[in-house]
């Protein structure tokens, strides 16, 4: 009889009618880590893989629907050279290009530091560069989670000898499955 008193409500700024329980059910199942989350369509940009050139900044093409992301970080390739000896040896050797900034660097950023990062971010909607943000490196996933994290991120390729790359799998919430 309780269930026939709750009246339909629609989700704050979504387009379906959900159950008020529904939405509650929903809570109790992300406060207990069950998180009813379904990977948004391929069709729908559900998954996308975004290659980062050293400096380029770039932010997510975020699906209508999308609510979280996993990301995955890969280390872009080395360029590589081949040296064929007359022996039938094989050198290797990886090529680095080495920018030089003549601009001083501001007052609240950082020197680079020796790190394995390939890629700085932000979630705060402001850019990152490649002394400021947060790194990340070859093989490491993040977690980004909201609506309005997933709009203002922003990321920077710090890679010199090659391009990594995102890979990236949106998810929307069970109530739009």
């Known amino acids: 009889m309780l269930r026939d008193r709750i009246q339909k409500q629609v989700y704050p700024r979504r387009r379906n009618t959900a159950t008020i329980l529904n939405y509650l059910e929903e809570l109790v199942l992300i406060n207990a880590k069950e998180v009813g989350l379904i990977p948004v369509e391929q069709e729908q940009k559900g998954y996308q893989d975004i290659p980062l050139p050293f400096g380029k900044l770039t932010s997510l093409e975020v699906p209508e629907e999308a609510v979280s992301a996993t990301?995955?970080?890969?280390?872009?390739?080395?360029?590589?050279?081949?040296?064929?000896?007359?022996?039938?040896?094989?050198?290797?050797?990886?090529?680095?290009?080495?920018?030089?900034?003549?601009?001083?660097?501001?007052?609240?950023?950082?020197?680079?530091?020796?790190?394995s990062a390939v890629l700085r971010f932000k979630e705060n909607g402001s850019n990152p560069s490649i002394n400021s943000g947060f790194g990340l490196g070859n093989q490491d996933i993040f977690?980004?989670?909201?609506?309005?994290?997933?709009?203002?991120?922003?990321?920077?390729?710090?890679?010199?000898?090659g391009i990594p790359v995102l890979r990236i799998q949106f998810y929307k919430t069970a109530q739009f499955g």
């Not at 050198?91 to 501001?106: L, N």
């Not at 977690?143 to 000898?161: A, M, P, Y």
Request: hydrophobic fraction near 35%.
């Open 143 to 161: 977690e980004l989670v909201g609506t309005e994290n997933l709009k203002k991120f922003r990321v920077i390729g710090i890679q010199n000898d």
């Open 71 to 115: 990301i995955m970080v890969e280390k872009g390739k080395e360029d590589i050279i081949i040296d064929p000896d007359p022996d039938e040896t094989i050198s290797v050797a990886t090529i680095t290009k080495i920018r030089v900034s003549k601009q001083p660097i501001p007052v609240l950023e950082l020197p680079s530091t020796d790190s």
